[in-house]
């Protein structure tokens, strides 16, 4: 049994063939997937997805990259969806720099904004950080969420990791753990402690091996769960259970 902690299902690379893509993954041992929104849009197919699969769960937020699309209306809008029962977290929200789709002082803003609506909610936030380490940082500081998070794909160094970890965040791995050379990342899941690691696809990007180049899908987060038995010298089903475990924890899902 393992969980994919973060799908895009509601990607259009997965119009033609999602509901054989989420079969497949169910016949693959996955036995639940939270479904990530990244747009208003996204968070309101997401909760209709996780409504017609018990087994799929929905976050609803905005994703640093459509930071300049958002307005009141949009923060009223998710809030309402965040109401429904199967949505289990605020995400995904973040910063990046890397791309910077949006102004990074409307990505901070937004960020924010949305960091004190998951605190109303009572959610959990999934967090991207790409490039932007260090603002991500001061403000989580400043606005310690309260119902906790993960950073999704986490990029970062070992020494980062340790600051995170003990601020209480989870810490979310996929497919670029696999790749070759990849020593940071690695080095973070070998030293990473039992109870603080999980695990997701991000499909359907982030591929790992041997499918890269492929669309991913949440079937291949065995491969991820595979890396991290191997890094731990664990058995998979060992690894996978810790990742189930930490998921429920942060996720507080006890089904
Ligand atoms: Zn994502």
Redesign the pocket.
């Given at each position: 049994m393992i969980w994919d902690t973060?799908a895009?299902l509601n990607d259009r690379q997965f119009d033609v063939d999602r509901d054989e893509v989420i079969e497949r993954a169910r016949q693959g041992g996955v036995t639940t997937i939270i479904n990530?929104g990244?747009s208003e849009a996204t968070s309101r197919q997401a909760v209709s997805l996780a409504a017609k699969y018990p087994f799929i769960y929905a976050s609803v937020g905005v994703?640093p990259h459509e930071a300049k699309n958002c307005n009141e209306e949009t923060w009223t809008n998710l809030s309402r969806l965040a109401q429904n029962p199967k949505v289990v977290a605020w995400g995904?929200i973040g910063l990046d720099y890397y791309r910077n789709l949006s102004p990074r002082d409307v990505q901070r803003q937004v960020f924010i904004r949305q960091l004190e609506l998951a605190d109303e909610m009572g959610l959990p936030v999934v967090i991207?950080d790409r490039d932007a380490h260090g603002d991500i940082l001061q403000i989580l500081k400043k606005h310690p969420p309260q119902a906790g998070g993960v950073f999704?794909?986490f990029s970062g160094s070992w020494e980062m990791a340790k600051e995170l970890l003990s601020l209480g965040f989870y810490l979310s791995f996929s497919g670029p753990l696999t790749f070759k050379n990849n020593r940071k990342t690695v080095e973070v899941a070998t030293n990473i402690p039992e109870d603080r690691f999980v695990v997701e696809t991000?499909c359907p990007?982030l591929t790992p091996e041997p499918y890269r180049g492929k669309r991913n899908e949440p079937l291949y987060v065995n491969q991820v769960i595979n890396k991290i038995a191997e890094l731990k010298g664990i058995s998979t089903e060992k690894a996978a259970l810790l990742a189930v475990e930490n998921s429920r924890r942060l996720f507080r899902i006890t089904k």
């Open positions: 973060h895009h990530i990244d994703h995904e991207h999704h794909s991000d990007y």
